[in-house]
C-alpha cells in the first residue's frame, strides 16, 4: 500500500521542515490520547523516535503501515524534540514471517536487541542492512534456535564486541580445549581461564563459529545436540555485555 505522493530518495530534503528517510519500524507506545510514538531504525539517522498523530484512532490514515518489523519510506516534518510522520508508504512488510509465532518471536528479538544497541542521529548502515536481511530469511521460511544465533553473533560483530570463538581469547592459542568466558570476551583455554566461565560440549565453538560466519539465508546443517545450548550461550554473552536482560530473547530461549 503506498500514499499518493511519490517517494523520494532516503535523506532527500523536500521542503523547509520536511525530509524523506527509511527506516524499519522497531516498536511503538501510545502517546496522548490518539498518538503514538512509532521508534525506528534509519540507515541514515540511526534510531528515530517519531509520532503518527492520530493512529490510535479507528479510521486511522496510517493504517497497518507502522506496525513492528514493516520496512517504511517515510516523510517526517521535524519538530523540536520528535519529528512527525506525515506521509508513509510501505517498502516490504514482510507478511510471511507474520504467519508463524516462533518466526514472530525471532523476529522480536532481533528488533529487541537491534533497539538496545542503535544510537540515535548516527548513521546505522550496517545494523540495518543486518535487520533487513534477518527478518527476509523469517520471511522467505528460514527459523529456529541457530537463525537467531547467527544473527545476535553478526550483530556483536557490527557494535565491536563479537566473541572469541576459534582460539583463547587471552593468549590467541588454537587447538586447545576451551572454555566460554564472558568477561574475557570468549573462549578461553583451561590454562587461562579465570573463574566462572561455562564449560562447553565438544564441538560448540566450532558450530558457533560457522553461525557467525555464514550467511542467514544459507545456515549450515542444524545439530540438535548444539544448537539449544549456542543460543544460551550467545544470549548470556550478549546479556552480559549490554549489561541487561532480553525479554523476547528469554521466551525464544525458553
Known amino acids: 500500500m503506498t500514499d499518493n505522493c511519490s517517494r523520494s530518495e532516503p535523506g532527500t530534503i523536500l521542503l523547509m521542515g520536511l525530509r524523506n528517510d527509511q527506516g524499519i519500524v522497531l516498536r511503538s507506545y501510545p502517546f496522548g490520547e490518539a ?20 493512529i490510535r484512532k479507528t479510521k486511522s490514515r496510517f493504517g497497518g503501515r507502522l506496525e513492528p518489523f514493516t520496512h517504511v519510506d517515510l516523510v517526517l516534518y521535524e519538530g523540536r524534540n520528535l519529528d512527525t510522520i506525515t506521509q508513509v508508504s510501505v517498502i516490504e512488510a514482510f507478511p510471511s514471517l507474520r504467519s508463524d509465532l516462533d518466526r514472530v518471536l525471532a523476529a522480536g528479538t532481533m528488533v529487541e536487541v537491534v533497539d538496545a544497541v542503535a544510537s540515535e542521529q548516527e548513521p546505522s548502515h550496517r545494523l540495518f542492512l543486518l535487520l533487513q536481511r534477518g527478518l527476509k530469511a523469517l520471511d522467505k521460511g528460514s527459523e529456529g534456535a541457530d537463525l537467531v544465533t547467527s544473527f545476535l553473533l553478526k550483530l556483536t560483530d557490527v557494535i565491536g564486541f563479537a566473541p572469541a570463538l576459534d582460539r583463547c581469547a587471552s593468549c590467541g592459542r588454537s587447538g586447545v580445549p576451551l572454555r566460554f568466558s ?62 541487561r536482560k532480553l525479554s523476547s530473547l528469554a521466551v525464544l530461549h525458553d
Do not use: Q
Open 182 to 243: 564472558l568477561s574475557e570476551g570468549g573462549a578461553v583455554c583451561t590454562s587461562c581461564r579465570p573463574s566462572g566461565t561455562i564449560r562447553l560440549t565438544a564441538g560448540l565453538t566450532a558450530y558457533l563459529s560457522a553461525l557467525a560466519t555464514s550467511d542467514l539465508t544459507s545456515l549450515p546443517p542444524s545439530d540438535p545436540r548444539l544448537s539449544g545450548e549456542a543460543l544460551g550461550v550467545t544470549r548470556r554473552f550478549l546479556e552480559h555485555h549490554l549489561e
Open 35 to 54: 498518538d503514538r510514538v512509532v521508534v525506528i531504525l534509519s540507515p541514515n539517522h540511526g534510531k528515530l523516535r517519531t509520532v503518527a498523530k492520530g
